[in-house]
């Protein structure tokens, strides 16, 4: 492979208000030969000109510090319609952070203490345009939020006539926490097919992810987690 040929690194902003836990992720990502990491923030409004300066690709971003948290800064990020995309890390007792941040526009969420190479390969996912919702975090937030759902034995919500029957049933999958793959494998079909579903239920609905399609199911009472 030529020089040309070659993939241009993956550019990460850190933010977090701890340098502690900054370079404990900077040793885990800087031994990546496809990650980069361009600067460090302390705080969202920090991050927000770094990101409006630099342009990386992902920003790994805490979701509580001083001046303005991860959420705020998220929002701003998203609504500026920068190239970026943010995800973020955050321990168990902020799962009340959640909602608001993947409604803020995040692209994904995760424990900090996800495994090292978890966190690289939801990295790299989410610079591919995919969507990320660690499996424990989604069901821990579902779980707190259950009373708060609607009724899921009423009828399919209006905003939902929009899909054929088996985008409603790919949706579902989704909001299982299920990826391509094993959607494939449950309903029988190929990956292709399973993208191309995906892709219709995000148009269709005005969705711009994954992950804000599993907090619509949830939301519109479609799908409910179990207690």
């Given at each position: ?15 977090d208000d ?22 460090e923030a ?166 711009r992810d ?18």
């Amino acid at each position: 492979m030529s020089v040309e040929d070659t993939p241009r690194p993956i550019r990460v902003l850190l933010v977090d208000d701890q340098p502690l836990l900054r370079t404990g992720f900077r040793m885990v990502l800087g031994s990546e030969e496809d990650i980069d990491i361009v600067a460090e923030a302390g705080d969202g409004k920090e991050a927000i000109e770094l990101a409006r300066k630099l342009l990386p690709d992902v920003v790994l971003m805490d979701i509580r510090m001083p001046r303005m948290d991860g959420v705020a800064a998220t929002k701003e990020i998203v609504a500026a319609k920068l190239p970026v995309r943010v995800l973020i890390l955050t321990t168990f007792d902020l799962d009340e952070y959640v909602v608001g941040a993947l409604r803020a526009g995040a692209a994904g969420f995760l424990a900090k203490d996800v495994p090292a190479d978890d966190l690289v390969a939801a990295i790299r996912s989410v610079a591919g345009g995919e969507a990320i919702v660690a499996p424990r975090i989604l069901r821990r937030l579902l779980e707190k939020f259950v009373d708060r759902l609607p009724d899921p034995d009423g009828a399919v919500p209006p905003s939902l006539d929009v899909l054929t029957e088996r985008e409603r049933q790919v949706l579902v999958l989704v909001a299982a926490g299920m990826s391509n793959a094993e959607i494939a494998r449950e309903l029988t079909v190929s990956e292709t097919t399973v993208k191309t579903h995906v892709g219709h239920v995000l148009t269709k609905l005005g969705l711009r992810d994954r992950v804000q399609a599993v907090v619509l199911a949830y939301e519109t009472g479609l799908v409910k987690p179990k207690r």
